[in-house]
């Protein structure tokens, strides 16, 4: 079975600063797929970033990076440059290689962006 | 390009009864999938359709079933509701079957479900 775990209920961070989201993630599988995902209160689901699991290098997108740990079943989120849109709740997700589109979600971070 | 639609957006049933939402996926996608979102329990993964076929089923009672049509829409089908069925239903699509580029998933801005 697949578990993620984001042990950070609540963030906050200054406008501007750099925050680390953090995630942790079991599982039997050598290749598999990691995501970040944002649900501002629209409640609609967005990408933020993906790692793939036989990819050592790790995952940017504009303000957004990641430290994939595979050894350690590591993934963090770290998003630079805070802003005021950013604030909303972020999602650790694992996704199988082989068996379709199947997300197993973390609980979940709130990240607020103080003005 | 429209998104993933879902509807409806919001509704209110009473327990005992049964409801069935509706997921229009992304033009060319052939996988939808469903989720249920509470604040108890988080995200978890319903079900699974590819090509009218349902690939993956997650852990939840029978009353709880889905179907997928020829155009890809998919509805999902809770029957006996209970109050613990109140919950946010996100449906997500993909183009792909085998999964070959995971950021090709899009949500759905969901439909709400109360139960009283």
């Not at chain 2, 076929?53 to 179907?67: A, E, I, L, M, Y």
Request: aromatic share 14%.
């Amino acid at each position: 079975a697949q578990t993620v775990t984001q042990s950070q209920p609540e963030m906050s961070v200054q406008e501007a600063e750099t925050v680390t989201l953090s995630c942790t993630y079991d599982t039997s599988e050598n290749n598999y797929y990691l995501f970040w995902y944002k649900q501002p209160p629209s409640r609609q689901m967005i990408l933020v970033i993906r790692q793939e699991a036989y990819k050592q290098q790790n995952a940017t997108e504009n303000r957004f990076s990641v430290n994939f740990q595979k050894a350690a079943k590591s993934f963090s989120l770290k998003i630079s440059d805070s802003q005021l849109g950013d604030t909303a709740m972020y999602f650790c997700a694992f996704m199988k290689f082989t068996t379709g589109n199947q997300f197993y979600f973390g609980t979940g971070t709130s990240l607020t962006v103080i003005p | 390009k429209a998104g993933v639609t879902q509807t409806p957006r919001y509704l209110i049933k009473t327990r005992g009864q049964q409801v069935t939402l509706s997921c229009s996926p992304i033009s060319g996608h052939r996988s939808v999938s469903w989720y249920q979102q509470t604040p108890g329990q988080g995200l978890q993964f319903l079900f699974e359709y590819f090509s009218e076929t349902q690939r993956n089923k997650g852990n939840f009672p029978g009353r709880f079933s889905g179907r997928q049509f020829s155009n890809s829409r998919s509805e999902m089908n809770v029957s006996t509701l209970e109050l613990g069925d109140s919950a946010l239903y996100l449906c997500a699509s993909s183009p792909e079957g085998r999964r070959t580029s995971g950021n090709t998933i899009y949500f759905g801005e969901g439909s709400w479900l109360t139960v009283v």
